[in-house]
């Protein structure tokens, strides 16, 4: 099992940015590929992004593509989430999980075994 621990949120203006953070710990963490996903009050959880193991390939909802950017440090454990061009429909708790597998359809939450407990992102308008 892989702890996760987001961090980063807050309130940014609509157009801000904010960075989040994920910090993994348990288990190595290059094995797994990491997704991004996001919850917003009465909606269902949905994908943001996903990193494969060695972070070359990226993948994206179309919600957020070219104004989000995920990346990863295997040295440090960590996974990063880059919010530009925010918008209120962004506001969301944002979630960092864990995947053993590559390939396949990184937008689907039943590949994600660990998760972290959130990070509450509000944009204002």
């Known amino acids: 099992q892989v702890q996760l621990v987001e961090s980063g949120g807050g309130l940014v203006q609509a157009g801000g940015s904010l960075r989040l953070s994920c910090a993994a710990s348990g288990r190595t963490f290059s094995n797994y590929v990491m997704g991004w996903f996001r919850r917003s009050p009465g909606k269902e959880r949905e994908f943001v992004a996903a990193i494969t193991r060695n972070g070359i390939n990226t993948y994206y909802a179309d919600s957020v593509k070219g104004r989000f950017a995920i990346s990863r440090d295997n040295v440090k454990n960590t996974v990063f989430l880059q919010m530009n061009s925010l918008k209120p429909e962004d506001t969301a708790v944002y979630y960092c999980?864990?995947?053993?597998?590559?390939?396949?359809?990184?937008?689907?939450?039943?590949?994600?075994?660990?998760w972290g407990q959130g990070t509450q992102v509000t944009v204002s308008s």
């Open positions: 999980a864990t995947s053993r597998s590559e390939g396949g359809t990184y937008s689907y939450s039943g590949r994600y075994s660990d």
